[in-house]
């Protein structure tokens, strides 16, 4: 049994326990103070059972509460429309675009090219505000000779709509196409690069488009199962931690990463810093006992969340592997 899994069996157990200790502590209290006889033991099984029952249904309720509300939507969509003005800071000039999804949604996006690329990356951004700032966090490939597309999801920076599990999924499938479909870029040079919640859709977005020819998918401090994700964000919320078991059963696994990176016939790199406090570093470890073939991990001592290519001989390495896989035929 996994740890992630052995974790979900201690909220669980210790959230019982928590029935049970109330009732031994009253019979206790009756005991000590009214000189209470001690109740049978068939009685106070009944009455733990009970109130097991009753403890389980009001989790059950704040769960279906937080998920009506949208609080576990919150953990995954963070959308901010304000410019952070990072391009304007790092002297890039990007050409502004705008595309279709599938049903029509208007999405932005930035293309920044360079001279004789080798190449084009489609970045895959997090769940946390827009372009305007997380272009900050792949800029550099440009330096590689890497075109660099970035886009924004529905609801987040320009895009229009808000955001859904499958409108993202379906966004990242157009910002692919979009990509491909423009004449100043080699549709047989593409790589995909996700970071946190990109990681996923990128993975999503190369199953669903296997006969493209990606060359690589990159996934950056990836979740592997949102489900697994939801309960490690409540986990470290203090009392919370006791009904993440609650969380994990209610979220739904559609279009997760784990599921799409098997079987998917795409070269695969995962990295994954072992201080990663956003996405616990044993997804990347899931996702990567997924995946076939082609497949290989980076595991980062002492790391962050997306904290890793900060460094120039950082970003070196992984723009020279890019590079690689472009040009193997």
Same mark, same amino acid.
């Given at each position: 049994?996994?740890?992630?899994?052995?974790?979900?069996?201690?909220?669980?157990?210790?959230? !019982?326990?928590? +029935?049970?200790?109330?009732?031994?502590?009253? &019979?206790?209290?009756?005991?000590?103070?009214?000189?209470? %006889?001690?109740?049978?033991?068939?009685?106070?099984?009944?009455?733990? *059972?009970?109130?097991?029952?009753?403890?389980?249904?009001?989790?059950?309720?704040?769960?279906?509460?937080?998920?009506? %509300?949208?609080?576990?939507?919150?953990? @995954?969509?963070?959308?901010?429309?304000?410019?952070?003005?990072?391009?304007?800071?790092?002297?890039?000039?990007?050409?502004?675009?705008? @595309?279709?999804?599938?049903?029509?949604?208007?999405?932005?996006?930035?293309?920044?090219?360079?001279?004789?690329?080798?190449?084009?990356?489609?970045?895959?951004? *997090?769940? #946390?505000?827009?372009?305007?700032? $997380?272009?900050?966090? $792949?800029?550099?490939?440009?330096?590689?000779?890497?075109?660099? @597309?970035?886009?924004?999801?529905?609801?987040?920076?320009?895009?229009?709509?808000? +955001?859904?599990?499958?409108?993202?999924?379906? #966004?990242?499938?157009?910002?692919? #196409?979009?990509?491909?479909?423009?004449?100043?870029? #080699?549709?047989?040079?593409?790589?995909?690069?996700?970071?946190?919640?990109?990681?996923?859709?990128?993975?999503?977005?190369?199953?669903?488009?296997?006969?493209?020819?990606?060359?690589?998918?990159?996934?950056?401090?990836?979740?592997?199962?949102?489900?697994?994700?939801?309960?490690?964000?409540?986990?470290?919320?203090?009392?919370?931690?006791?009904?993440?078991?609650?969380?994990?059963?209610? $979220?739904?696994?559609?279009?997760?990463?784990?599921?799409?990176?098997?079987?998917? *016939?795409?070269?695969?790199?995962?990295?994954?810093?072992? &201080?990663?406090?956003?996405?616990?570093?044993?997804?990347?470890?899931?996702?990567?006992?997924? &995946?076939?073939? +082609?497949?290989?991990?980076?595991?980062?001592?002492?790391?962050?969340?997306?904290?890793?290519?900060?460094?120039?001989?950082?970003?070196?390495? !992984?723009?020279?592997?890019?590079?690689?896989?472009?040009?193997?035929?």
């Amino acid at each position: 049994m996994k740890n992630e899994d052995i974790g979900l069996l201690l909220s669980l157990a210790g959230l !019982l326990l928590i +029935p049970c200790a109330i009732v031994i502590s009253i &019979a206790a209290i009756r005991r000590v103070l009214f000189k209470a %006889t001690w109740p049978a033991g068939s009685e106070m099984l009944k009455t733990c *059972g009970i109130s097991i029952g009753i403890t389980l249904a009001i989790t059950l309720v704040i769960c279906f509460v937080f998920q009506w %509300t949208g609080f576990f939507d919150a953990q @995954f969509y963070r959308p901010s429309s304000r410019d952070y003005g990072r391009a304007a800071e790092l002297g890039l000039e990007p050409e502004e675009v705008s @595309f279709a999804s599938s049903d029509g949604t208007s999405l932005h996006g930035w293309v920044l090219p360079v001279a004789d690329a080798v190449g084009t990356v489609v970045v895959f951004h *997090g769940s #946390d505000r827009n372009i305007t700032h $997380t272009v900050a966090n $792949t800029h550099w490939l440009l330096q590689h000779g890497l075109n660099v @597309f970035v886009f924004d999801y529905r609801g987040y920076g320009r895009s229009a709509g808000r +955001p859904s599990r499958q409108g993202l999924v379906e #966004d990242s499938v157009a910002a692919i #196409d979009y990509v491909t479909s423009r004449n100043d870029v #080699d549709s047989s040079r593409i790589v995909l690069y996700g970071q946190s919640m990109g990681g996923q859709l990128a993975l999503n977005a190369a199953s669903l488009k296997k006969d493209l020819g990606i060359r690589l998918v990159v996934a950056e401090a990836t979740y592997a199962k949102h489900s697994y994700h939801i309960a490690d964000k409540l986990g470290r919320l203090g009392p919370l931690w006791l009904v993440k078991w609650g969380a994990w059963l209610l $979220t739904s696994d559609e279009y997760c990463g784990e599921d799409a990176i098997h079987e998917l *016939g795409v070269p695969v790199l995962l990295i994954h810093g072992s &201080a990663d406090a956003g996405v616990s570093p044993y997804h990347s470890e899931r996702l990567h006992n997924a &995946a076939s073939d +082609p497949k290989e991990i980076w595991r980062y001592d002492g790391h962050g969340h997306l904290q890793i290519f900060k460094t120039e001989e950082d970003q070196v390495r !992984l723009g020279d592997y890019i590079k690689a896989k472009l040009g193997s035929e």
